[in-house]
Nanobody
């Protein structure tokens, strides 16, 4: 069974940093584009960032550009989301997703496998 597992969430003060990790069980991430999405209470899930299977093209939501960085380490079968200068509005459940399309696309319906999510709370 193909599974994605997110980790690295937690409580952080405004201005702080967290690094989220997305790992896979049962398959290698090498051939998949990976997207990070988030859902805040009472809001729809939205795209945060994505990275192509090659690790080349990436994309970011306007709200996180310049603060978040997505990267992948295929040797470790892991994709990371480095989040700096966190704001209270970044508080949400964060999900990673894998898509067989290999290209970085910020549309949820392009992704085939989803993790269970990790909670990020930004608060003083």
């Amino acid at each position: 069974q193909l599974q994605l597992v997110e980790s690295g969430g937690g409580l952080v003060q405004p201005g702080g940093s967290l690094r989220l990790s997305c790992g896979a069980a049962g398959f290698t991430l090498d051939y998949y584009a990976i997207g990070w999405f988030r859902q805040a209470p009472g809001k729809e899930r939205e795209g945060v960032s994505c990275i192509s299977s090659s690790g080349g093209p990436t994309n970011y939501a306007d709200s996180v550009k310049g603060r978040f960085t997505i990267s992948r380490d295929n040797a470790k079968n892991t994709v990371y989301l480095q989040m700096n200068s966190l704001k209270p509005e970044d508080t949400a459940e964060y999900y990673c997703a894998a898509g067989v399309q290999t290209m970085c696309i910020m549309r949820q319906d392009e992704y085939d496998y989803w993790g269970q999510g990790t909670q990020v709370t930004v608060s003083s």
